[in-house]
């Protein structure tokens, strides 16, 4: 750690913003700048709810029972605190943070912090949607972001590194959400780092809401290697506004280089101006020594050891606004990202019980389902089992085989009615027996699959989401759950959502595939 202090402590004061020749008179700057107020305004118009407390009973359906399939943390279930993707009730995708059990012992300090968040409201955002407080569990609700952190991006690229005008645009947009922020009375962000930064479905590189709060309990603002803290933060162990401009110093070394390069090592390089070290190879010709140099520049005042000399963050919309380049492509296409229902689709691997769902033809969707029988109930219990069990049990047995034999003649309003049969609640059944439908005595994911697609050939799609989503609970991998939601979603006009929907099952097809080495 006294390493890591001495060498912050070299102090660079090669360059300042009236080197740029950054004017704020000049026309150019008064095009690309956006006031706060314009930004406020933009972020208005969002289509967002009101921040809400959701109860724990609707996360944990909404995330499949926490499901490991829906776990998008960096480092998966090892992350001290686990973040999942989810989906709620009315189709609108959520990130979903759980926080350990001994974080945030104090439900109102952590209610307080969160609903002050869940007030900011802006495009350059992930917003803060809800959160839940109810006996030891602590969670955040966060809009979700298909399309990966700034670090995949950046460091574990697999076809091409991105792009120099995207990576000018990703810094500028963090300027404005820091802007945002402060402007809002929330300038401290605890750890901003290149995983914090998460790009939209459009591409566009968002600032997570998760950092605008910390755990209480162990006060760390810092998880990353101390190598890359701000000094005063080793200090004295306090994070301020100045050290959020610090961290800002760092992610302008990442995108200028595309590695993770200590400060002190790149404060270093920047004295004996040795610039070449500090920019990605991949990019070479692809940039203007102008605009390399002045991201260089403003990196070292950012890095400066007095928090006093680094710039706040206006100052930094106002120097990074001049050097955007290709300003009216869409961040799509800068990112290559597949946008919209088509390209979305163009990609996809799906089943044949996926491509008749992307057809909107359920007779297929029949006669898969149908063909398919129960074997993907997973250790349920067999049918000897049930009639092994009490007599009370026949009744519900005979109205599930009732409900098959409907299902097969294609009546689907008896086999609504039969799978739906409640009338006999028998007393516990032993643990190899499993839950009926609502109350009755097995809960069979296919039961739910069946009747869902019964609800569509009935006009019933809003019940056949239901069904489609009590599937995804019971078997959060089986991708049939995600293919009965999509047609729904189809039925009901929503083609971004069944998109959606269709790239999930996909994807769950894809594990299944690889698990299964084929």
Request: charged share 25%; aromatic share 8%.
């Amino acid at each position: 750690m006294e390493c890591t202090r001495i060498a912050a402590k070299k102090t660079v004061h090669l360059f300042s913003l009236s080197d740029s020749g950054i004017s704020p008179s000049s026309s150019r700057w008064l095009k690309l700048v956006p006031t706060t107020a314009e930004n406020e305004e933009k972020s208005e118009s969002f289509d967002l709810p009101a921040f809400q407390e959701f109860s724990f009973e609707q996360l944990r359906l909404a995330t499949s029972g926490f499901a490991g399939e829906n776990i998008v943390s960096e480092q998966g279930e090892k992350a001290p605190n686990v973040v999942y993707k989810g989906k709620l009730e009315n189709q609108r995708r959520i990130a979903v943070k759980r926080f350990t059990r001994s974080a945030w012992p104090d439900s109102r300090q952590f209610l307080e912090e969160a609903r002050a968040v869940g007030q900011l409201r802006n495009h350059r955002l992930v917003n803060l949607l809800g959160c839940c407080c109810e006996g030891d569990e602590r969670l955040l609700v966060a809009e979700y972001m298909p399309n990966d952190t700034l670090a995949k991006h950046l460091f574990h690229w697999e076809t091409e590194p991105m792009k120099w005008p995207m990576r000018l645009r990703v810094v500028l947009y963090l300027a404005q959400a820091l802007e945002y922020c402060t402007s809002k009375g929330r300038a401290l962000y605890h750890d901003l780092n290149a995983y914090r930064i998460l790009f939209d479905e459009d591409g566009n590189p968002r600032l997570s809401c998760f950092g605008l709060m910390k755990n209480s309990r162990d006060g760390k603002s810092y998880s990353t290697n101390l190598a890359f803290t701000p000094p005063e933060y080793l200090r004295t162990g306090r994070v301020t506004a100045e050290s959020v401009i610090y961290s800002f110093g760092t992610l302008l070394l990442d995108v200028l280089s595309g590695k993770h390069i200590p400060p002190s090592h790149a404060l270093d390089l920047i004295r004996d101006r040795n610039l070449m070290m500090l920019t990605d190879s991949y990019l070479e010709g692809k940039f203007s020594n102008e605009d390399g140099t002045e991201l260089v520049r403003l990196a070292s005042r950012c890095l400066q050891y007095e928090p006093r000399e680094r710039p706040n963050p206006k100052s930094l919309v106002t120097a990074l606004t001049p050097l955007q380049r290709e300003t009216e492509v869409p961040s799509y296409v800068l990112m290559d990202i597949p946008h919209g229902a088509a390209s979305s689709l163009e990609k996809l691997s799906l089943s044949p019980l996926g491509e008749a769902c992307l057809r909107r033809d359920f007779t297929a969707m029949h006669e898969i389902l149908e063909k398919t029988g129960y074997k993907d109930d997973e250790g349920m219990a067999n049918e000897l089992s049930f009639q092994m069990w009490t007599n009370q049990m026949q009744e519900t047995l005979n109205s599930k085989k009732k409900g098959d034999s409907a299902f097969r003649h294609k009546d689907f309003n008896v086999a609504i009615e039969c799978y739906t049969q409640t009338d006999i609640i028998p007393p516990p059944p032993p643990p190899q027996i499993l839950q009926f439908i609502e109350g009755g005595t097995m809960i069979s994911p296919t039961i739910f699959a069946r009747r869902s697609l019964s609800y569509l050939m009935n006009e019933m799609p809003q019940q056949a989401i239901g069904d489609a989503m009590k599937v995804q609970v019971i078997s959060p991998a089986w991708p049939t759950a995600c293919y009965l939601q999509a047609a729904a979603l189809f039925k009901l006009g929503k083609e971004t959502e069944a998109v959606e929907a269709l790239k999930d099952g996909s994807s769950l097809e894809a594990k299944k595939s690889a698990s299964s080495g084929r």
